[in-house]
């Protein structure tokens, strides 16, 4: 009897620590220490989230204090006895009570610019609870997959985009295959595999397998061509082969025709004789008799 009573204190202890009134936390662990109680606590994007300190009732509080350290700046949200309330966030979270009469401090719509470390003191009467909790998000992943042509071969693309944790990519045909992890600016990562496929190989029976924490069942994805990119790269290279053509058969044509005037120009040349200048008929004999005439005369 003694035993079954030593667990139910141990799991009540337990529960009163890492305590939380929001159903979206994945993940979850409690530290206790000199200065209290240390949490570490993941919730889904997009989720309405409820973060407690205290399972003390609220006609026993004297104040609450939440100092919140965000990524890129620091706020607080607080409230006393004395209905003094303060809140430098300004972006929507605030302090509640529940239906038990407990004080926790809700988040409306928990995003990445929520993560950060959470301490709260929370002051009633006969003691207070000093608690801190390391807030985390995480997220599925948007997941894509497609056929693509670099250098004069096809590369199948799988991407698992603005995930946390970083999501796991396996293909049906491992050959030739690398992956790469990309860490946004807001904690997110993106991970990309690339399958440079070999010369004839069926792509029909090709699939890539994304795995992440948060899907009981890996996402099966076919990859197929990008809408509108590979028609229009044929179509695109064929115009530019047409105009080439078109280019050279103009200027042969220019070539031949110019040939042909020259030809034409030096026939005409060679037929034409040389023209002499006119020279005056001149009788010798009949002058000179026309000359000895006048004298005589």
Same mark, same amino acid.
Request: hydrophobic share 35%; net charge neutral; with cysteine.
């Given at each position: 009897?003694?035993?079954?009573?030593?667990?139910?204190?141990?799991?009540?202890?337990?529960?009163?620590?890492?305590?939380?009134?929001?159903?979206?936390?994945?993940?979850?662990?409690?530290?206790?220490?000199?200065?209290?109680?240390?949490?570490?606590?993941?919730? +889904?994007?997009?989720?309405?989230? +409820?973060?407690?300190?205290?399972?003390?009732?609220? +006609?026993?509080?004297?104040?609450?204090?939440?100092?919140?350290?965000?990524?890129?700046? +620091?706020?607080?949200?607080?409230?006393?006895?004395?209905?003094?309330?303060?809140?430098?966030?300004?972006?929507?979270?605030?302090?509640?009570?529940?239906?038990?009469?407990?004080?926790?401090?809700?988040?409306?719509?928990?995003?990445?610019?929520?993560?950060?470390?959470?301490?709260?003191?929370? !002051?009633?009467?006969?003691?207070?609870?000093?608690?801190?909790?390391?807030?985390?998000?995480?997220?599925?992943?948007?997941?894509?997959?497609?056929?693509?042509?670099?250098?004069?071969?096809?590369?199948?693309?799988?991407?698992?985009?603005?995930?946390?944790?970083?999501?796991?990519?396996?293909?049906?045909?491992?050959?030739?295959?690398?992956?790469?992890?990309?860490? #946004?600016?807001?904690?997110?990562?993106?991970?990309?595999?690339?399958?440079?496929?070999?010369?004839?190989?069926?792509?029909?029976?090709?699939?890539?397998? *994304?795995?992440?924490?948060?899907? #009981?069942?890996?996402?099966?994805?076919?990859?197929?061509?990008?809408?509108?990119?590979?028609?229009?790269?044929?179509?695109?290279?064929?115009?530019? !082969?047409?105009?080439?053509? *078109?280019?050279?058969?103009?200027?042969?044509?220019?070539? *031949?025709?110019?040939?042909?005037?020259?030809?034409?120009?030096?026939?005409?040349?060679?037929?034409?004789?040389?023209?002499?200048?006119? *020279?005056?008929?001149?009788?010798?004999?009949?002058?000179?008799?026309?000359?000895?005439?006048?004298?005589?005369?």
């Amino acid at each position: 009897m003694r035993d079954i009573m030593w667990i139910r204190a141990a799991v009540i202890l337990l529960v009163s620590e890492a305590w939380s009134l929001d159903p979206g936390t994945n993940q979850s662990s409690s530290v206790n220490s000199s200065t209290g109680v240390i949490r570490n606590l993941n919730f +889904n994007l997009g989720r309405a989230v +409820n973060l407690t300190c205290s399972d003390k009732a609220w +006609n026993e509080t004297i104040y609450v204090i939440w100092k919140i350290q965000l990524k890129y700046r +620091n706020c607080e949200v607080s409230f006393s006895i004395e209905d003094q309330s303060k809140d430098t966030c300004g972006d929507g979270k605030s302090l509640r009570n529940s239906s038990t009469s407990r004080s926790y401090l809700h988040i409306p719509k928990f995003s990445a610019e929520d993560v950060g470390v959470y301490k709260c003191d929370f !002051v009633f009467s006969g003691g207070n609870q000093i608690c801190v909790i390391h807030v985390g998000i995480t997220a599925p992943p948007t997941i894509s997959a497609w056929l693509e042509r670099r250098d004069n071969k096809v590369v199948a693309v799988c991407r698992a985009e603005r995930g946390k944790p970083a999501a796991y990519i396996k293909w049906s045909h491992s050959r030739n295959s690398s992956s790469v992890e990309t860490l #946004e600016r807001d904690g997110f990562i993106t991970v990309e595999s690339r399958l440079e496929l070999e010369e004839g190989m069926d792509t029909e029976n090709l699939t890539c397998a *994304v795995r992440h924490t948060l899907w #009981e069942q890996e996402r099966i994805l076919v990859p197929e061509h990008e809408e509108g990119y590979f028609p229009w790269l044929l179509i695109l290279t064929g115009v530019g !082969v047409c105009v080439i053509l *078109v280019g050279f058969v103009y200027f042969l044509q220019k070539k *031949v025709m110019l040939l042909r005037r020259c030809q034409k120009s030096d026939t005409s040349s060679s037929k034409t004789p040389p023209r002499l200048e006119d *020279v005056e008929e001149v009788e010798p004999y009949a002058s000179y008799i026309q000359r000895v005439n006048s004298i005589y005369n």
